[in-house]
């Protein structure tokens, strides 16, 4: 089966820092992205982990554990603009790509 | 950039009746697309796998009567979405893999979706 788990809502502080989490169970297994979108926009891309580790990119960084089928996006330096929904998902083989529910992020001043 | 054109943005449209959306590859090929359909404060479910040259793969529980896909060309995939019900009212996203891998990390490309409001 497929499951990809991460929270409901988030809420945070402009200025600080937030970590998503998401843990995921999936049939296959390839890469895992992170999404960010806004209401009634398409999905932005954030990043996509392959091997195990932190990938950094601004305030945006992304983390993998295959062996614990974890990942966790963390956005430093919080802006009011970051208030979105953060996208969890699985590439299940050639890019079948299975998608969370989605963390709707509240940054507020 | 690769870009990936949607159309249309927003179509309102009676019961009963039958709505195309465009999904256009513009400055690459993609053999893959992928389908994805949204409600609101929901995320993106995939709906169907489009092959160009061959029938679409639709994921468990897609009426492929319904939600007819035709990839006809390496840039174009439409969904046609037959006797429309306000039930299908719903956010409907495409994205496409291009053939050729870019150096990027990302590696699928969204349309901008399409807004299917059914009365």
């Known amino acids: 089966g497929q499951n990809i788990d991460q929270p409901t809502e988030m809420t945070a502080t402009e200025g600080a820092i937030v970590q998503i989490n998401c843990t995921y169970q999936t049939s296959g297994f390839n890469g895992l992205f992170w999404y960010q979108q806004h209401a009634g926009e398409a999905p932005t891309f954030l990043s996509y982990n392959v091997l195990d580790g932190l990938e950094e990119k601004g305030r945006f960084s992304s983390f993998l554990s295959r062996s614990k089928g974890y990942s966790y996006l963390l956005l430093k330096e919080l802006q009011m603009k970051d208030s979105a929904s953060y996208l969890c998902?699985?590439?299940?083989?050639?890019?079948?790509?299975?998608f969370g529910a989605g963390t709707r992020l509240f940054v507020k001043a | 950039g690769a870009v990936v054109s949607q159309h249309p943005s927003r179509v309102i449209c009676k019961s009963g009746t039958s709505v195309k959306i465009e999904c256009r590859s513009l400055?690459?090929?993609?053999?893959?697309m992928f389908w994805y359909r949204q409600f609101p404060k929901q995320s993106l479910m995939l709906m169907a796998t489009s092959n160009e040259g061959s029938k679409a793969t639709y994921e468990q529980g897609v009426e492929k009567d319904k939600f007819l896909i035709n990839h006809a060309s390496l840039t174009l995939s439409t969904l046609t979405v037959t006797s429309a019900h306000p039930e299908d009212s719903s956010f409907y996203i495409c994205?496409?893999?291009?053939?050729?891998?870019?150096?990027?990390?990302?590696?699928?490309?969204f349309g901008s979706g399409t807004q299917l409001s059914v009365l």
């Open positions: 994205s496409a893999l291009p053939d050729t891998l870019f150096s990027t990390n990302e590696k699928l490309f």
């Open positions: 998902a699985g590439n299940t083989g050639g890019f079948k790509t299975i």
């Open positions: 400055d690459f090929q993609a053999t893959t």
